[in-house]
């Protein structure tokens, strides 16, 4: 099933933008179904969850975390997570880059944009991602700021969530006039009800789970 529902996904995904596999709240034996149904790249968004899976699967998965990180658990993704894609704060920012700095690693980060309409998700104003990027050679040496996350309203009204992807689709199209980075990328945005969405707003990265492992049970 994990197999077919991959399958269904890859076609309609056009060739350069990456998929996510959100694996959260599944058991290592349905990621490992997928790993070998060719899928290596996956995405967690609770630390220790994600520390306690990495050493029971196969060592080339990528794993990317998607989740709200807490200063006192970066030892659970840090080491594992090939690109932080969920930075929401200064003080998380410069908590990883200081970590990068003990451990002597650059952390390749997405900076998440405040983009739905609930005041519960976090995330970055257009104004503070701006004041980021204006600071980033000189202050953050120890993060690589690979480009945007951002998560739609969740809402099944498609023309609220195609408003967002157009507003941070733009504002990454600023970015890189503005700032023009060489490794300012990606655009993730996108998940299981409003991907193909996403493509066409130039997402490079999708975050798929449910589509992919059927519900979730929490
Ligand atoms: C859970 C999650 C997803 C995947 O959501 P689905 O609707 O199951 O595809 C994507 N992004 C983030 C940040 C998530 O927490």
Redesign the pocket.
């Known amino acids: 099933m994990v197999e077919d529902n991959l399958k269904i996904i890859l076609k309609e995904l056009p060739p350069g933008v990456k998929l ?1 596999a ?1 694996s ?1 709240f599944h058991p290592a034996s349905d990621i490992l179904a997928a790993y070998n149904a060719g899928q290596h790249r996956f ?1 967690e ?1 609770r630390p220790q969850e994600l520390a306690a899976k990495v050493p029971a699967l196969p060592d080339d998965i990528e794993w990317h975390f ?2 709200h990180l807490q200063t006192n658990k970066l030892k659970f993704v840090l080491p594992y997570a090939s690109l932080v ?2 930075i929401d704060s200064l003080h998380l920012l410069e908590a990883v880059d200081k970590w990068g700095n003990e451990h002597g690693k650059v952390i390749d980060v997405l900076l998440e944009l405040h983009l739905g309409a609930e005041e519960t998700k976090g995330g970055f104003t257009q104004d503070e991602i701006e004041t980021i990027l204006s600071r980033s050679m000189s202050d953050f040496p120890h993060v690589r700021f690979r480009g945007l ?1 951002g ?1 739609a309203t969740n809402t099944d009204d498609m023309s609220v969530v195609e408003a967002d992807f157009a507003r941070i689709e733009a504002f990454k199209r600023h970015l890189d006039e503005k700032f023009q980075l060489p490794d300012f990328t990606e655009l993730s945005i996108g ?3 409003d ?1 193909p969405l996403a493509v066409k707003h130039r997402a490079t990265i999708v ?7 059927g519900p ?1 049970t929490y």
């Open positions: 996510v959100v959260k995405g968004n998607i989740g894609e969920s996350m998560m998940m299981s009800h991907w975050r798929i789970g449910t589509a992919i492992f979730r």
